[in-house]
Structure formats: C-alpha cells, structure tokens
C-alpha cells in the first residue's frame, strides 16, 4: 500500500510547468513552480513545518501548546495543518486587507482569527504585528513563530525549495524569480542555488507602497516609499530579518493592476488558476526577462499560491472594474445575444 502517514509529508515537491502563451516573444526557456500542488494550496506549508518543527526541537513548543502568528493567510493554512497532525491550537491576527476568503479558510481548519486595521504603523497596538506578540506574551505554553524574523523560514527554502528546483531543472537554472514579503522564499532558494552555482541570478519582486526596492539600491529606508496598497503577501513596511539582501541582484516593482491582470492571464492562458502575486511575480520577472535572458537560459518563477482565495478580488470581474483594473465587460448579456 502507498500512503502518508499525515498530509504533512505531502509538503514540498511541487511540479514545474513550463509557460507557453504568457511569454511570447521572450527568449529562454521560463518554468513556472508551481506551489498550490501544497496541501494547504501555498508554498507556506514549508516553512509552516519547519519553524513548528524546529520549535519542538528546542524544546519552546510543548505537547498541548498554541501558535500565535501575524499572518496574511497562507501561512495560517499552513501552520493549521500543521497544528492538527501534531495535536496544537492555532490564533492567527490577520490585516483587514486580507481577502474574506482566507479568513474564512483559516477559521474552516479550526483556527481562530483576529481581524487587525491594515493602515496603522506596525509598531501600533491595535497592528497585526502587535496583537500577535500580546497574545504570545498573555497565554500561557503558547509560541510566537513570526515568520518575518524566524530563521527557519529561509531554512525551509534553503533546505527544500532549492534542492527541489536544483535537481528538477538538472542544475541549468539561470535566473529565479520570486515575490519578497517575509524575503524567506527569495533568499533561502537563492541561498541553496547560488551555492550550487554562483551566477545563478535572482529577482526578486517588490510592490509598488513597499520600502524593499529602494533599500536595496540606496541603503535608505524611505518612508515617502510607504503607501497603502492591495496586492497581498509581497511588499512590506518594514525590513523583515528573513531579507537579506546579499541573496538578491534585482528587485522589480510591480502595480496592483499589473499583478492582478496577469493572475488572470495565468489562469486564462496557461491553465493556472493561480494567486494574485503569482500574477505579481509572473509580471515582475517577465519584465526582467524580456530585456536579459538569451535563448539557452532557464528562468524559474515561483508561484506561492491558489487562485481559489481571490474569487472575490482578481477573478471578479466587477471587483476588477470597481479598482480600474478591468475596462470592458467580457460577459455578453441575454439581451446583447437576442439583439
Ligand atoms: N505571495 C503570497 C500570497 C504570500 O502569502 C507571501 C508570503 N508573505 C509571499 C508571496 C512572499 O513570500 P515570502 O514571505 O517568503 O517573501
């Protein structure tokens, strides 16, 4: 008989496709990894296991105990699935930017979630960031693992998602491109890859309204940088200890609209139903790629997530018209088909 003894040990070893319709006109070969193969249909299943797992082996997470952790989604669904093959509660805090969907999916796998004001500084009270360290500090046998600061983060990718895109690409990797929130994703497969090979380039995405960018071509973290935006999990106000910005050679900005039309072009076009910052990384990297890559280069994207959680952002239509994202009604009316 062939089983997992708990979906935990279907995390990782995700699948790359290569992207047919979407770069057209783009020289080299462009791979795609494609991350809701997870079982919580992100790639922060990875680092959900490594930072839980490497909690018990010191010795902080103890039979019984519950994760607290600021989260956009994903890595709620990640740590929730997680929690439950090993037996803990989970409370997540989450932004009210965040899409209705993964709050809904999060409190469905028994979590329970805390809605926090999107546009307050991090060092708030009432932020995200905040409310999860009061929590940790309140209940008793609780952990805190804040993947913006936790090692284990870039360790998950360091130690996974690299080898994985190493081995599946027979080491011809030439460029990796992903979106930069916590900066765990970047820079631990950037990590693993330039070791195996040291021009192996990486690109990381950025949001237009997050400091990253700028950072790292100046030094200066610019606060007129800052502004309100709606693209989910990538960009940040602040300089998460995952970045290090030594793993990363270009970072590219991408629009909200930008991000979105192109989660919908993935999923039109090449049949993946994919997030709204995979639309974001796709973009980003494809810029990048349209003016470097030559024909024999091999350019890997990762796509963290499943489009399911966007329903009611990026794949809907008056969603996309209501934000200017969108200019005319695809959908015929009855009335246009009679006329
Ligand atoms: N996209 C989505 C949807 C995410 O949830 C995240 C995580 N914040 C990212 C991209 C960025 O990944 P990382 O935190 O590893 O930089």
Same mark, same amino acid.
């Given at each position: 008989m062939r089983y997992y003894n708990t979906l935990i040990e279907t995390i990782g070893n995700t699948p790359l496709v290569k992207l047919n319709r979407v770069n057209k006109g783009i020289k080299g070969t462009i791979l795609v990894k494609v991350e809701y193969f997870n079982p919580g249909n992100s790639v922060k299943d990875r680092i959900a296991l490594k930072m839980i797992e490497d909690a018990e082996k010191s010795g902080q997470l103890k039979p019984g105990g519950t994760i607290i952790e600021g989260t956009s989604g994903n890595t709620g669904m990640g740590l929730a699935l997680v929690a439950q093959a090993k037996g803990y509660k989970c409370i997540f805090t989450l932004a009210d930017k965040q899409s209705q969907e993964k709050m809904d999916i999060l409190r469905a796998v028994g979590a329970e979630v805390i809605v926090c004001p999107t546009n307050v500084s991090p060092d708030d009270p009432r932020s995200y960031y905040s409310v999860a360290k009061k929590l940790n500090e309140d209940i008793p046998n609780s952990i805190y693992p804040n993947q913006y600061d936790n090692p284990s983060n870039t360790l998950a990718h360091y130690e996974s998602t690299g080898p994985e895109i190493w081995n599946d690409t027979d080491g011809k990797i030439t460029h990796y491109a992903a979106g930069m929130g916590t900066g765990g994703t970047i820079c631990g497969t950037s990590k693993y890859l330039k070791e195996q090979k040291k021009e192996v380039v990486s690109v990381a995405i950025d949001s237009y309204g997050s400091v990253f960018k700028k950072y790292k071509e100046t030094g200066i973290f610019d606060e007129k940088e800052i502004y309100p935006y709606l693209t989910e999990g990538i960009g940040e106000d602040i300089l998460p200890k995952?970045? =290090?910005? =030594?793993?990363?050679d270009h970072i590219v900005k991408v629009t909200d609209k930008d991000g979105a039309v192109m989660a919908r072009r993935l999923s039109r +076009? +090449?049949?993946?139903?994919?997030g709204w910052s995979c639309g974001s990384a796709v973009h980003g990297a494809l810029e990048f790629a349209r003016d470097h890559l030559k024909e024999d280069d091999v350019m890997v994207i990762l796509l963290p997530d499943h489009g399911t959680r966007y329903l009611g952002k990026v794949y809907n239509d008056n969603w996309m018209k209501d934000h200017g994202f969108l200019e005319t009604r695809k959908f015929a009316t009855a009335k246009d088909i009679i006329s």
């Open positions: 995952n970045v =290090d910005f =030594d793993m990363i +076009e +090449e049949g993946l139903f994919c």
